[in-house]
T-cell receptor, first 112, second 116 residues
Framework: SQKIEQNSEALNIQEGKTATLTCNYTNYSPAYLQWYRQDPGRGPVFLLLIRENEKEKRKERLKVTFDTTLKQSLFHITASQPADSATYLCALGDSGYSTLTFGKGTMLLVSP | NAGVMQNPRHLVRRRGQEARLRCSPMKGHSHVYWYRQLPEEGLKFMVYLQKENIIDESGMPKERFSAEFPKEGPSILRIQQVVRGDSAAYFC??????????????FGEGSWLTVV
């Protein structure tokens, strides 16, 4: 069955450093992958989308890579700030209409 | 430009009662999705609707759960005879067209159901 794995342990880093979060998947060939941010008690907020034929996407301090051979996506936040502290969700989708399959998310804690 | 609106934000029901969760999609969006997030679990797809049509309900439990998106008014997720295991956050999302490669869906803030 399809499986998406995100590190269940919280990632603790210092302000100013680069945070790197990992999303691995098995038994799946997604057409695209999305990253969301979720704060406690709030809904997920879309951050970035990367398609299967793209290797890397950037948006301001965010960078996403997508390696379909390794079946892995890396999500980077450069120059991290305490305000970046949240849970980050990875979600995969198929081509055409599809529903998203989400990982459980990784909590990021950025300390000043 | 209001986002996806869900209400109630918090709902407490006793076992056996009914829960009705409402979702108004973003303006101009005609596609609605419901996801459920159990404690310590990821978001799980439940159902995908367009106006007056259920497109995909593969994630809906077979019993007690139903969803609709009428021609007028919000989408409703209805849970009959709630049990403690139904306690979760229910998120609605919407998109302007069918969710597909490159299409972003926008989530509401969720409805937190607690069954006592």
């Amino acid at each position: 069955s399809q499986k998406i794995e995100q590190n269940s342990e919280a990632l603790n880093i210092q302000e100013g450093k680069t945070a790197t979060l990992t999303c691995n998947y098995t038994n799946y060939s997604p057409a695209y992958l999305q990253w969301y941010r979720q704060d406690p008690g709030r809904g997920p907020v879309f951050l970035l989308l990367i398609r299967e034929n793209e290797k890397e996407k950037r948006k301001e301090r965010l960078k996403v890579t997508f390696d379909t051979t390794l079946k892995q996506s890396l999500f980077h936040i450069t120059a991290s700030q305490p305000a970046d502290s949240a849970t980050y969700l990875c979600a995969l989708g198929d081509s055409g209409y599809s529903t998203l399959t989400f990982g459980k998310g990784t909590m990021l804690l950025v300390s000043p | 430009n209001a986002g996806v609106m869900q209400n109630p934000r918090h709902l407490v029901r006793r076992r056996g009662q009914e829960a009705r969760l409402r979702c108004s999609p973003m303006k101009g969006h005609s596609h609605v999705y419901w996801y459920r997030q159990l404690p310590e679990e990821g978001l799980k797809f439940m159902v995908y609707l367009q106006k007056e049509n259920i497109i995909d309900e593969s994630g809906m439990p077979k019993e007690r759960f139903s969803a609709e998106f009428p021609k007028e008014g919000p989408s409703i997720l209805r849970i009959q005879q709630v049990v403690r295991g139904d306690s979760a956050a229910y998120f609605c999302a919407s998109s302007p067209t069918g969710e597909s490669s490159g299409n972003t869906i926008y989530f509401g803030e969720g409805s937190w159901l607690t069954v006592v």
